[in-house]
């Protein structure tokens, strides 16, 4: 299994909101984004209790939220959300149920 660190996946967190800000200024996507940022950080608040199975399931959510240039670009896209939104719904459900998106 892969190591991943607590402190990157805060700041690839922190800095894709940043990005997103820059890149895209519809209220939509920064409101998404910041619902999303803050779905996952909740998420990672509880990264100590979770499994190595579900410490790998979030950080593969995180990292690719904060690639922006995934399924559908996150800024150049009217629905570059979607499949953010859905790929963290679908992990929070294994790690975290209680925190919606």
């Known amino acids: ?3 991943y660190s ?11 909101l940043g990005e997103i800000d820059e890149q895209a200024r519809t209220r939509f996507t920064v409101e998404t ?8 950080s909740g998420a990672l608040d509880r990264w100590d209790d979770l499994s190595d199975e579900q410490q790998a399931t979030l950080a593969d959510a995180i990292l690719y939220v904060v690639d922006v240039d995934d ?31």
């Open 1 to 3: 299994m892969t190591e």
């Open 6 to 16: 607590l402190h990157t996946l805060r700041e690839r967190l922190d800095t894709h």
């Open 33 to 40: 984004t910041e619902r999303l940022h803050k779905a996952l």
């Open 71 to 101: 399924a559908e670009h996150d800024a150049e896209s009217p629905v570059g959300l979607d499949d953010d939104v859905d790929i963290v719904r679908t992990a929070l459900a294994a790690v975290a149920p209680d925190i919606d998106v």
